[in-house]
Structure formats: C-alpha cells, structure tokens
C-alpha cells in the first residue's frame, strides 16, 4: 500500500507539501497540484481518513531550536519568529538543547515523524551531513548559525567578520592579552565557531598570543561571568590579560560586577566586550562596548523564508537587514 512518503517521491516534492495538499491549503501552484494528484491516480493512494485529521492539526507547526530560552537574546529571537509566523497563520513548537546533541536529536525526529512541519535550527551541535538527512521530511532553515559548505538554507550574520573587527578595535585600543569567552567547546563547527575563528584570525593578524589560561569555554550567563572574573584574579599578576572578548552581554555583565566588588577598574584594569547589544547593557554601572545583532530582522528574514518553503514560493532575503555593528561604550 503506497504511503504519503511514496507519494511525495513519485511527484518529485517534500512530504510537507504533499500534506498541505491534502489538507487543501491555499499556498500550493496548480502545477504542483496536478503532478501530486497523478501520482496519488498512479499510485492508487486514498489517504486515511485519521491521518489527514492528524495532519491538520499539525501542518502549520513551525518548530524552533535554541540552546536555552534564558539568554535574552534567544528570547528576542523566538518572540520575533513567533509574531511573523503567527501573522501568517503558523503556530510554533519550542526546544531548548542546552547544547546537548540528543536533544537536537530529538527535535529532528519530530520532523521526521511529522509532528512538526519545518524546522528553524537556532543552534546547532549535529553535524551538517546528518542534518541534511532530516531534509527529506520538510524544511530546515539555520538561523544565525552558519554552515559555509552547506546548501541549508540559511540566515546568517557575519559574525567572524564582526568578531575579527571588534578584536582590532580591542588591539587599535592598546590592548595585547586579550581573553576569550565561548559558548561552545572550541569545536570546528560547534557552537561559537564563526566567532572563534574571527578572534584567532585577529590575533593572528596582530602577532599576538593567547593564553590557555584566558580561553573559557561553555560560559552562557551572568553566574558563568563571574566564575570567569573570579578565575582572571586569581591568575599571578603577569598572566592577567587586559581585556577580554566575551560571548554575551550575560557573560560581561558578570565579569563587571566581579571586578567592580573588588575594586579593579573596568577598562583600566580590565576592558570587558560583549556580544549581542541587549537593553541592558547601556545600563550597567560600566556601559557595555559590544556587538549589536540585529535580532528582530533574523526572526522575521528567517520565518519569511521557512513560510516560503513550506508554501513551494520563492523568496529573496533582504541581506540589507542583516548588519552587525560595533557599539562603543566605556567599558572597552
């Protein structure tokens, strides 16, 4: 007995489009309509009458990928994708991996077993041959992740390019023993990758050095900031570095106010740099220098994009949205 599955193959098309039709949704072109109705005739396919239900109550389930909800910046993120799908009659399904494979693993199969109707990767710690496998199923889209040598759709700033420029500033300000804090583990492709090579690539270009005792490694919050201070002051006077590239507002904020409770002046003792730009960083007791993401515009470029693969149209990202910018404040 021939499957939707079948179906979709016979008619060269994504099971999701096939499920769109038979749940008579308005965004399929007659073309497509016609080439799955003749394989449904070839295949002599009746879709069940439990399935179809099924399918509708699913079929505009968008699902979301983020490492953890609590970084504000995913949670712009989010909101952003929730308000356009939503405008455009989508419904969403969130999950946080906490950068844990098996739980972006599980998302995966969602999509696989059609719970959801497309996926928009937010973080990623599978590798990009075994995303490209889940394809099949329905859409992926990354969202502020980059995969160069993938054909996944993707939604990306350039966040080596801003990194390696705001390293420079660091460099241009004086600064020669830069730390670096990550979200990620250092892995090639891994969370925080693009930022990694930025700020090797900086250093490289400086003749500079890093030390195994400035590179931290999973820092997400302000706790993890603190931790990092704590560790910075504790180092012997002659491997404190001067400044230091974090990756979050949440990060920096927690290395301020460490140094501030211990009376060591930011940036005199130590310049902090954030990444992200939230609302509050202009507003802690040393203003934040740091990277502003244009958040808004990646939720909204990367739900239009996913909406139009779902609904078989075309759509040009408007890159023009897309800029990060160096915000400088007094703390580097």
Not at 131 to 137: K, M, N, P
Not at 182 to 207: I, Y
Request: net charge negative; charged share 25%.
């Amino acid at each position: 007995m021939a499957t939707i599955k079948d179906v979709a193959k016979h008619a060269d098309l994504s099971v999701a489009t096939v499920s769109r039709y038979l749940n008579n949704h308005p965004y399929i072109s007659e073309e497509k309509r016609k080439r799955i109705k003749n394989a449904m005739e070839e295949l002599d396919y009746t879709p069940s009458l439990v399935a179809t239900q099924l399918r509708s109550k699913k079929g505009t389930m968008i699902g979301i990928l983020v490492s953890r909800i609590t970084n504000p910046f995913f949670s712009y993120l989010v909101d952003s994708i929730e308000k356009q799908a939503k405008s455009n009659g989508y419904t969403i399904l969130i999950m946080q991996t906490y950068d844990d494979q098996d739980a972006e693993a599980k998302m995966l199969e969602l999509l696989k077993q059609q719970v959801i109707s497309g996926l928009i990767m937010c973080s990623i710690e599978t590798d990009s041959q075994t995303i490209e496998l889940y394809r099949e199923y329905g859409p992926i889209v990354l969202c502020n992740v980059p995969l160069p040598d993938s054909d996944i759709p993707q939604i990306v700033t350039d966040q080596e390019q801003a990194t390696y420029e705001a390293v420079n500033y660091l460099i241009d300000s004086g600064y020669k023993k830069i730390a670096y804090c990550t979200g990620g583990n250092l892995t090639a492709s891994g969370h925080g990758s693009a930022r990694t090579k930025g700020f090797e690539r900086a250093l490289v270009t400086a003749n500079l050095i890093t030390k195994k005792e400035w590179v931290f490694k999973q820092v997400h919050s302000i706790d993890d900031g603190k931790l990092v201070a704590e560790k910075i002051l504790q180092l012997p006077k002659d491997l404190q570095p001067d400044a230091i590239f974090t990756s979050s507002d949440l990060v920096a904020s927690g290395i301020i106010e460490v140094m501030t409770k211990h009376q060591k002046k930011v940036p005199d003792f130590l310049a902090v740099m954030g990444f992200d730009n939230q609302p509050f960083s202009s507003l802690l007791s040393i203003p934040l220098t740091t990277i502003a993401q244009p958040v808004e515009a990646l939720g909204v470029e990367s739900t239009n994009l996913m909406i139009s693969l779902l609904e078989g149209k075309s759509y040009h990202v408007d890159q023009s949205k897309l800029i990060l910018q160096l915000i400088k404040r007094e703390s580097a």
